[in-house]
């Protein structure tokens, strides 16, 4: 896989954020309009996308949560691309590039149905903290910290 910078304004980026939408509508049913509103990224965030020749497969960005801090958000693997650790790729390069642009922390919010990418940011060092605003009420919200 050729992994690319990107803005989250990129056709391929949204297209896979789609997928994404798809697939935790699918995990989590109705209760994901609750944290629909909460995955809208600005125009021009930072990403990373990941094609299989030439396909967009991968993608994965961050906004500013504070002013040392980032926010990991849109994470995503297509389906036949899983379990090849593309989503470490992406999530190493999210990391450096906070880092380049000066920031010494992530953040990230998942959800407990999504057991596989809580194991993903445990395995890359990431620790749990307690539920940050807007999830510090949603009881499916699993919230994560790493300093960089």
């Known amino acids: 896989m050729e992994f690319v910078e990107a803005s989250s304004s990129h056709t391929d980026f949204k297209l896979l954020t789609m997928l994404l939408d798809i697939e935790l509508v699918k995990r989590y049913g109705p209760e994901q309009k609750t944290y629909a509103m909460h995955n809208q990224i600005e125009i021009d965030e930072p990403a990373i996308i990941g ?23 849109r994470m995503f693997v297509a389906e036949e691309c899983r379990r090849r650790g593309y989503s470490t790729i992406i999530l190493d390069q999210l990391e450096a590039l906070a880092r380049r642009c000066g920031f010494s922390c992530t953040v990230l919010e998942t959800g407990k149905g999504q057991p ?4 993903l940011y445990r ?15 949603m009881n499916n919200s699993v919230c994560m910290q790493k300093k960089l």
Do not use: H, W
């Open 51 to 73: 094609y299989l020749d030439g396909r967009p497969m991968a993608c994965g960005c961050f906004r500013k949560f504070s002013e040392s801090a980032v926010e990991i958000k």
């Open 116 to 119: 596989e990418a809580i194991g």
């Open 123 to 137: 395995k890359a060092g990431y620790q749990v903290i307690d539920n940050y605003p807007p999830y510090e009420t």
